[in-house]
């Protein structure tokens, strides 16, 4: 298993992305076997997300699969480790449910995803996958014995469908991805999140001991996503910041308002702070004009 920032990063990635659809495993051992899947993906029967969010990422978590992602285009060897390790995988999934009486539909088998930021045209000869016209380019599968597919970023369209597959490419192609997540809205909670995964991997970059020249290009290209989510970092800070000033000015408001009705902020008294501080402000706004009339019995029984 490896350690590297793109490893980490794209495991993050598709932690991040996946868990509202099911149940994500990172350096997954299958069981009786020293062989670990470096993302091992069961989907829920109630996902927490519309599926559409992720477009082809969804299509992918339909099933459970295994998910290989590589930097750089995989060996004929790595491939053949992977195929072993879904054949591995799939031994024991059916033994498990022989024990139980039962069996596996080939529908409901697990799939395996080789996600590489380029692959060949000749390497995708030998391994005879070809295009399906039920899949975006750039998509290739084998006899579809084996239950996998080839995913080569470098021949994915530019379409929203793509981009959280093709933040995993290289060079331009990562950039414009990048520039896509920063230009969602900030509101969306993938552009958030797919912010800070960027900014870590870059930092996890910057302090390794070497950096060679791919490495800077690629420093190069988080350094923008890295910018953007430190200022939105520093907005939320600030928010924050103003949000406890509130709070801490509305508490000193309310403990004076006590200790003018009833002398003291005495020990059941502080304990109902807390719960008007949380009141939405129109409810706490309209409790500060009755507290007056008041009594320090009726407050305590409705907040204790």
């Known amino acids: 298993m490896t350690k590297n920032p793109f490893d980490q990063f794209s495991k993050q990635l598709f932690k991040e992305f ?3 659809l099911g149940l994500v495993e990172t350096n997954y051992e299958i069981p009786g ?3 670990y899947v470096d993302i091992w993906f069961t989907p829920s029967t109630q996902p927490t997300i519309d599926r559409q969010d992720l477009g082809i990422l969804s299509r992918i978590a339909a099933t459970p699969c295994l998910l290989e992602p590589y930097r750089k285009q995989p060996t004929e060897r790595e491939i053949r480790s992977c195929l072993g390790k879904l054949s591995h995988l799939e031994e024991y999934l059916q033994r498990e449910a022989k024990q139980d009486e ?6 409901e088998l697990p799939r395996l995803w080789i996600i590489a930021s380029s692959i060949s045209d000749k390497l995708l000869n030998k391994l005879i996958a070809t295009p399906d016209e039920a899949w975006l380019p750039g ?4 006899s579809k014995v084996f239950l996998t597919g080839f995913i080569a970023i470098n021949k994915l369209p530019r379409t929203p469908e793509t981009l959280w597959l ?4 290289k060079g331009v192609i990562q950039q414009q991805a990048i520039d896509e997540v920063i230009a969602l ?3 969306d909670s993938k552009r958030s999140a797919a912010l800070k995964l960027l900014a870590t991997w870059k930092i996890s970059m910057e302090v390794s001991n070497e950096v060679d020249l791919e490495e800077r290009e690629l420093i190069m290209n988080l350094s923008k996503a890295y910018l953007e989510w430190e200022q939105e970092t520093e907005l939320r800070g600030l928010e924050r910041g103003m949000e406890r000033g509130m709070e801490q000015e509305r508490r000193q ?3 004076n308002l006590f200790l003018a009705r009833f002398g003291e902020v005495d020990p059941q008294l502080a304990t109902i702070v807390q719960p008007i501080l949380n009141l939405p402000p129109q409810e706490y706004a309209s409790l500060l004009l ?3 009339s008041l009594s320090r019995e009726e407050l305590l029984a409705r907040f204790m």
């Open 166 to 169: 093709r933040i995993l490419g």
């Open 290 to 292: 009755q507290l007056s």
């Open 185 to 187: 809205p900030k509101e």
């Open 33 to 35: 076997e020293a062989k």
């Open 18 to 20: 996946l868990t509202p």
């Open 253 to 255: 408001l309310l403990e």
């Open 139 to 142: 998509i290739y599968f084998p």
């Open 102 to 107: 039962e069996s596996i539909p080939e529908d």
